[in-house]
């Protein structure tokens, strides 16, 4: 799982801050304090911190229906009956900050990714 460890969101609002500290080997609370937000992020945000931290990252935004579409490591965008959703994929693994660790996407409609590489 290249050293993935699953965080699961501190609040209902962070699951961007928990994907950030999953890529990055960070805590949650480390990612809200670097950037001063405890809700929820934006795709700009995601961005800035993962390039900040030395990761490339896609500026495609890439519409995805099946796992094997999936490059090996990406920010994945999830409509999921309550809301817009952040959550990881990575090595063959989906790690979830609300759901937890999956063998395929959670429960959602449209699916996007950015690929993303560790610096």
């Known amino acids: ?46 961005k800035y911190v993962l390039r900040h931290f030395g990761c490339r990252v896609s500026d495609e935004r890439i519409q995805v229906s099946k796992k094997d579409e999936l490059p090996e490591l990406c920010v994945l965008s999830l409509e999921t009956p309550r809301c817009w959703h952040w959550s990881l994929y990575a090595y063959g693994t989906f790690f979830d900050p609300e759901h937890g660790v999956m063998d395929d996407f959670p429960e959602s409609g449209r699916r996007y990714y950015w690929k993303v590489e560790r610096g």
């Open 1 to 46: 799982m290249e050293n993935i460890r699953y965080i699961h969101e501190p609040t209902d609002l962070q699951c961007g801050q928990a994907v950030l500290a999953m890529i990055l080997g960070k805590t949650a609370e480390e990612i809200v304090d670097f950037l001063d937000n405890d809700r929820e992020t934006t795709l700009k945000e995601m």
